[in-house]
């Protein structure tokens, strides 16, 4: 099998656990693979991914403030590739605020 192959078919393996909702170990278990190797082509298949495929929670994203919103004391407004919008109140809920950024990581370690 072929390098591309191999990448190929990891990345089917981590977009079927992505879906699955199962976090990393369990679904691991569940399929009988080995952790380690799964972890290694999750960090492989990320670094190697294009910029905009590659996004992880513990990257920095660049925020520009909108125009509408300078000066306005409104709290903050986040958009993100035209796909996702989130604002938050100046006096928003924090275990709220992380319970939504969970759910939009798409966290899998529940």
Known sequence: MTRAEKAAQWQAVLRQQSESGLSGAAFCRQQSIRIKNF?????????????AQSA?????????????????????????DGRLSLQVD???DAATLRAVLAAVRGDAER
């Not at 082509?41 to 910029?51: F, H, N, Q, S, V």
């Not at 992880?56 to 993100?80: C, D, N, Q, Y």
């Open 56 to 80: 992880t929670p513990r990257e920095f994203v660049e925020l520009k403030p909108s125009r509408w919103l300078v000066g306005t004391g409104s709290g903050v407004s986040i958009h993100i």
């Open 90 to 92: 100046r006096d928003f």
């Open 39 to 51: 972890r290694w082509w999750k960090r492989r298949l990320r670094t190697t991914a294009g910029p």
